[in-house]
């Protein structure tokens, strides 16, 4: 491979692992939160790729996606939380992960009852639909939008959760709820309100996605499945490690699509089993 | 979720039951190849309600075993020319062998790190399976897998009557062995485990030897549905190893409701049979699945062998009261 094309395909990586960071952000949240595993979150991101798409149906160009996806995907989370998730919070976990995975399975097929099972086509807004150049290498205009809005969202993050209140509750949460709840925060609030920024992000993530790879039922499984490795990876319960994780997954995935694309995959699933055995806190936890 | 029950006598008359929904099956059904899809599906289903309801181990990697079997099998009679029984016997033991393998390390993390493992594993399994496309065919999977003879000398199985009567025979045996386990001393640590796995060690057995066991014996019975699904198909299709399996057989044997081996065959047979019957109507069907799942995590925690045990009891009762 030349080092031209390793360029690029690093560059690329780098925009696909803020995606995976904005999509795993949630899950790690909720699941230090409250040790629950939620196999819905491939579905969040699902239903805003799809906002992207009937944005860029109605309008021309899907630029409010990053607006009406985040929305919608929060919306979707906190219904389900609401009437079917909550209940299951004194339950084993192997009740939350069937019932978060039958919420899955709902919103996938609902996606194909009012659309259809096949793959569309999602426009890069015409503005963003140009190569830029950086130093010697050419790169796609959209790519970068997508770098650069990923970026700022996870500064703003960042600041939410150091500098606010809010923020100081969800890290002291994830840490130990327990200890949270003694001090009086009703930590099934927190809950929620995690779980509907948890989904912003997801939902940013797919309008974000929507324009890369298109759109399709099965996306978000897909999506769910990459989420989980990125979580490990980076340590469960990590905010840094997300951001560390969905880099790396993203960059390793990129380069070794052109090298041997079977075998992307097999490592990063690989690489999720060997964190999970040899240092489950994720290479960003706390042992 | 529902535990096998203590005390199971072996055989009980589930045994007799299932016995009976064998032998009648390809005569109520309008053909003998639902009746044979859904009783692959039972044997699959059973391994992941074995795991579940004796050790408690929610398993998102049966389809990877299954998968395995399918495979193994697939490639024995098409590229070795194999005969069936052989075959069948091999595929089961190399999914056993694997599962043993991945459950060393599986079982060194417990809750919701062993459900990561297991679909980690399960989603290597799918991507080697890829990787090594010039053994599996990769996206095409294994085509034109011939119908070879039970065993090498014999007349080869001739028709789909056939294939239903070697399927029969397999998951009756297979139900068997798990009910056999299931009413043994080993059936009784396992399940010891499952409610307090601390109290099991504590008692001087050893917890991870025991679960390592379970997972092989789930193996075994998944690999060995898998290749019974290559044997009746005649051909491997790369779902069979796909992460979405493994799905559909926790779902299988949830609704069934884990609570016996015979509620396996019950979930398996209802998946089966809707799949058949509301796919023409509604292609959506799966959506029902979908709530009908959260709707047995919420409220029928037992699932359908649980309801339907409930059911008899009230009846039982009311005939004891009006009499």
């Avoid at chain 1, 390793?6 to 899950?27: A, D, K, P, R, T």
């Avoid at chain 1, 999602?122 to 190569?131: D, K, N, R």
């Avoid at chain 1, 790879?213 to 989980?228: N, Q, S, Y």
């Avoid at chain 2, 039951?17 to 059904?29: H, I, K, R, S």
């Amino acid at each position: 491979m030349s080092g031209q094309l390793l360029v690029f395909q690093v560059l690329n990586g780098i925009g696909i692992g803020m995606i995976y960071f904005l999509l795993s952000v949630g899950l790690t949240m909720i699941f230090g939160l409250m040790r629950f595993v939620n196999f819905a979150h491939g579905a969040l991101y699902l239903v805003a790729a799809y906002a992207a798409y009937v944005v860029s149906q109605l309008t021309g160009t899907m630029l409010w996606a990053l607006i009406a996806g985040p929305l919608v995907a929060a919306a979707l989370a906190v219904v389900a939380e609401r009437l079917l998730l909550r209940h299951t919070y004194a339950m084993p976990h192997e009740a939350q992960i069937l019932i978060t995975f039958a919420v899955a399975l709902i919103v996938q097929e609902s996606v194909i009852l009012i659309f259809d099972p096949l793959a569309k086509n999602v426009p890069v807004p015409a503005f963003l639909s140009g190569i830029v150049f950086i130093g010697p290498f050419v790169y796609p205009a959209y790519r970068l939008a997508v770098v650069a809005v990923a970026a700022a969202v996870a500064l703003l993050l960042w600041l939410v959760l150091e500098r606010t209140r809010f923020g100081a509750i969800l890290r002291a949460g994830s840490e130990s709820s327990e200890m949270v709840s003694l001090l009086g925060i009703d930590v099934h609030r927190v809950f929620l309100a995690a779980f509907a920024l948890g989904g912003a992000l997801a939902g940013l993530a797919g309008a974000l996605a929507a324009p890369l790879r298109g759109v399709e039922p099965f996306m978000g499984l897909e999506a769910l499945g990459i989420a989980f490795v990125v979580v490990v990876v980076g340590g469960i319960g990590s905010f840094s490690g997300a951001l560390l994780g969905g880099l790396l997954i993203g960059v390793v995935q990129s380069v070794m699509s052109s090298l041997w694309p079977e075998g992307a995959r097999l490592m990063i699933y690989g690489a999720m089993a060997l964190v999970l055995l040899t240092r489950p806190a994720g290479l960003m936890g706390r042992a | 979720m529902s535990a096998f029950r203590e005390g199971g006598r072996f055989p009980d008359w589930s045994s007799a039951g299932v016995a009976v929904a064998l032998l009648t099956l390809p005569f109520v059904l309008p053909t003998v190849t639902l009746a044979s899809e859904l009783v692959v599906f039972a044997i699959a289903a059973l391994s992941c309600a074995f795991l579940l309801g004796m050790v408690g181990l929610l398993s998102f990697g049966q389809g990877l075993f299954f998968g395995i079997g399918a495979y193994v099998a697939g490639i024995l009679l098409e590229q070795h020319h194999w005969a069936t029984l052989p075959a069948v016997l091999l595929a089961a033991v190399a999914a056993c062998l694997t599962a043993g393998l991945l459950g060393l390390l599986a079982v060194r993390q417990r809750g919701v790190y062993f459900v990561m493992l297991t679909l980690a594993f399960a989603q290597m399994g799918y991507f080697a399976m890829l990787a090594l496309k010039q053994h599996t065919g990769g996206e095409n999977g294994i085509t034109g897998v011939p119908r070879a003879p039970l065993l090498s000398g014999l007349g080869p199985l001739a028709g789909p009557e056939a294939v239903y009567g070697l399927l029969a025979v397999v998951a009756f045996l297979a139900f068997l062995l798990v009910q056999r386990i299931s009413a043994s001393p080993f059936g009784s640590v396992l399940r010891s485990i499952r409610e307090n796995e601390g109290r099991a060690e504590a008692l001087g057995y050893d917890v991870r030897a025991y679960k390592v066991a379970a997972f092989a014996l789930a193996g075994l019975v998944a690999g060995l549905a898998g290749a019974m699904h290559t044997i009746f198909l005649g051909f491997v299709p790369p779902n069979v190893i796909e992460l979405e399996m493994s799905e559909r057989l926790i779902i299988m044997s949830i609704i069934g409701g884990a609570g016996a081996p015979a509620a396996a065959f019950l979930g398996a047979g209802f998946y089966v049979l809707m799949a058949d019957w509301l796919s023409t109507l509604w292609p959506r069907w799966l959506m029902l699945i979908g709530f009908m799942l959260a709707g047995i995590v919420l409220l029928m925690r037992d699932g359908l062998w649980g309801g339907a045990a409930a059911l008899s009891r009230r009846l039982r009762m009311g005939r004891q009261t009006r009499g």
